[in-house]
């Protein structure tokens, strides 16, 4: 990546990129703060690697363990949440020591500040505790619609006899069931928002990095590549039955499916708003609801992670109608750009 200093736009919105080719555009009148004028292949081989490895590194002790150990459950749930931050200690390797992006760039080049224009960025991110969770609802509809599940959603039988399983049996009633839903529903954008912490850790390296280093690919080349690149991220995990119950190939390709489609989404957002901050909340969204399905399922329903879950067949659909929308509407051809910082804008 050639390096430059950062150009500011004369409004503070930024300029609307609507060329056949925004990338030329932006590299050209940007700098090395929007995107690179080429593919640093180099560094994205680095954080490729160091993202790959450091995540097998942390997995390594559930390998150790193995998945019939007492202790697992509780370590598995320790060890993804450490997991998501390799991404992140990914880029600040490259950054550093190949140091993709430039000085003085970084943080505008990863989407992290400024928070400009603030009506832009806060509102997308506003909207991304509450999309995902639309979405993941959406395609529990689409799994009864194909009748891979059966909903109850008068008496939530199967949450209710999962809440008697996991209890012990003491005798105090729990509060009626409906109240219990009700709780759990309303628990998801505060959950996005704790989750979001996490998935910083993630979306630092691939909608903050990743994607503005393949961005000269072309927009669908590099939501695609980054969204596949994420899935098999997730391999320490799922091999051991994480998300899918599947232990060889199949559940690395489901997830790889699944983490391309909503890395389109998610990297769509990235690249209309010129911010990462949308993404991360969104992915905290979407870890927040994904279990969506288990509340509302009849006992005895079947519940096959691959076809009824948001990374499954059901979240597939859903995201291919959305997306298909968003391309008919032109929503993939804007890419403004961040508004510079108030001690960057010109003197009057």
């Not at 680095?46 to 490895?53: I, K």
């Not at 060890?79 to 993709?100: E, G, H, K, N, W």
């Not at 009864?144 to 105090?172: I, K, N, Q, R, Y």
Request: with cysteine; net charge neutral.
């Amino acid at each position: 990546m050639t390096q430059g200093p950062d150009v500011t736009p004369t409004t503070e919105q930024g300029p609307e990129v609507t060329a056949a080719d925004p990338a030329q555009h932006l590299a050209a009148t940007q700098g090395p703060a929007a995107i690179p004028a080429r593919v640093p292949w180099g560094a994205v081989a680095l954080f490729v690697l160091l993202s790959f490895g450091l995540a097998w590194l942390v997995a390594l002790p559930l390998w150790v363990l193995g998945p019939e150990h007492d202790a697992f459950p509780l370590l598995l749930g320790l060890i993804a949440s450490a997991m998501m931050f390799t991404p992140t200690l990914a880029v600040l390797a490259v950054t550093f020591l190949l140091r993709v992006p430039a000085t003085g760039s970084r943080l505008r080049f990863l989407g992290m500040w400024p928070l400009r224009p603030a009506k832009r960025v806060v509102w997308w991110t506003v909207a991304a505790i509450f999309a995902p969770a639309i979405l993941v609802a959406a395609s529990v509809g689409v799994a009864a619609l194909f009748g891979w599940t059966t909903l109850d959603l008068v008496h939530f039988s199967g949450f209710a006899e999962s809440l008697e399983g996991a209890l012990p049996a003491t005798g105090v009633a729990l509060p009626p069931i409906g109240v219990l839903v009700a709780a759990q529903l309303a628990a998801i954008p505060l959950g996005a928002v704790i989750n979001s912490v996490f998935a910083a850790g993630e979306e630092i390296g691939w909608r903050g990095w990743l994607v503005p280093a393949l961005r000269p690919l072309g927009v669908w080349p590099s939501l695609l590549l980054s969204g596949a690149i994420w899935g098999l991220w997730h391999s320490p995990l799922i091999l051991l039955g994480y998300n899918f119950g599947l232990t060889d190939w199949r559940g690395v390709a489901l997830m790889t499916v699944g983490c391309t489609a909503w890395g389109v989404l998610f990297g769509w957002s990235r690249l209309r708003t010129g911010s990462v901050w949308p993404a991360v909340v969104g992915h905290g969204a979407l870890n927040a609801s994904a279990s969506l399905v288990v509340i509302v399922a009849a006992a005895g329903a079947p519940v096959d992670p691959a076809l009824v879950s948001p990374l499954g067949a059901a979240g597939w659909i859903v995201i291919a109608v959305v997306t298909a929308v968003l391309l008919l509407t032109g929503q993939f051809r804007r890419e403004p750009a961040l508004a510079p910082s108030r001690r960057a804008a010109p003197a009057a």
